[in-house]
């Protein structure tokens, strides 16, 4: 019989970190009102900050900012705003302030993503998603800078990992990340001398989010898109909010200018020449190809 895998499993991040972690202190998250980043703002709440959601759909952010109050206790502000627009931002910053009076933390998470062919991707398709990812992520640096640099806090940039290889269809978003990543880079550089960190997180594949469920195949053929990771099964949401919660902790303070891959080791495994993952589990198997020196 075959041998099984071990499986990584999931935790939250309240059984590893103190809970008052982050007592007293204010998150603005853009793309808060769902999936990975309303999972990253839970897990800064539930460690006792106070956050901004910061979102296109007003009616979506208010019920997200509703539910993330109550599951953590802290308070939670829904603020609309599209991070094309620098005003909109300001504003969404200047009520930040007001309720707050600061703001400590910020996770640059808005996004845009589809499948297109570079083929088949008109040039207004190409421009929003720069628009939104790089241009927004900009944006949403320029209206929080002067203050994170008083509070000397910290950025977290949401990424990817398809930007590393080709991806098909995924031209626009490819551009869009590598520009993230490199402005991240500046911007520790630029502003470690004031107290300011920032780092990226690029999610690999995470089961059960809007992404997920829209851009890659369902049922068996997910199997052979994501073959049996490293980490035993697919990233769960809350592995990407314990990287987050790792980052804004002091725990992490001589780390920034970085690109964090929280993945369960996608990224390092290609195509294998042996079965995978039964070749590593029972070399014996295969002991006709895999010649050991002792
Ligand atoms: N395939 C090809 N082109 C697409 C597309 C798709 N699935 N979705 C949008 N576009 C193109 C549009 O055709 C348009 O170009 P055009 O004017 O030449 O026709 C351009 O992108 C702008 O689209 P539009 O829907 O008007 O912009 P928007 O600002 O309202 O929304 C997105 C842009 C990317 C946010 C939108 O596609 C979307 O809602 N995506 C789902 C949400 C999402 O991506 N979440 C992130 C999860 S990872």
């Given at each position: ?273 042996l079965p995978y993952p039964e070749s590593v589990l029972d070399p014996n ?10």
């Open positions: 019989m075959a041998p099984t895998p071990h499986v990584q499993p999931v935790v939250d991040s309240t059984a590893v970190f103190k809970p008052n972690l982050f007592k007293g202190k204010v998150l603005f998250c853009t793309g808060g009102g769902s999936g990975i980043c309303k999972a990253m703002t839970e897990a800064v709440m539930r460690h006792g900050a106070s956050a901004t959601i910061v979102g296109r759909k007003l009616d979506r952010l208010a019920q997200a900012a509703e539910e993330l109050s109550k599951a953590t206790g802290q308070q939670c502000m829904p603020a609309q705003a599209d991070v094309r627009q620098f005003n909109q931002l300001q504003d969404a910053v200047a009520k930040t302030i007001e309720r707050f009076g600061k703001i400590d933390f910020v996770i640059c998470g808005a996004a845009g993503n589809f499948l297109a062919p570079i083929d088949g991707l008109s040039v207004n398709g190409f421009k929003t998603v720069i628009e939104i990812d790089t241009i927004g992520t900009y944006n949403t640096i320029k209206a929080t800078l002067h203050h994170i640099r008083a509070s000397k806090g910290s950025y977290i940039h949401v990424s990817a990992t398809l930007h590393y290889k080709g991806t098909p269809y995924q031209v626009h978003v490819s551009a869009a990340k590598a520009a993230v990543d490199a402005t991240s880079a500046v911007l520790a550089v630029e502003e470690g001398p004031h107290g300011v960190r920032s780092n990226v997180i690029a999610p690999g594949p995470i089961g059960g989010t809007e992404g997920m469920d829209r851009l890659s195949p369902k049922g068996p053929a997910q199997q052979s898109v994501y073959p049996r990771l490293p980490a035993g099964r697919l990233g769960d949401v809350r592995d990407i909010a314990n990287a987050t919660v790792f980052l804004f902790s002091d725990a992490a303070s001589f780390v920034t200018g970085q690109v964090i891959v929280v993945d369960g080791g996608h990224e390092h495994l290609r195509g294998p020449s198997t295969f002991k006709h190809m895999i010649k050991p020196r002792l």
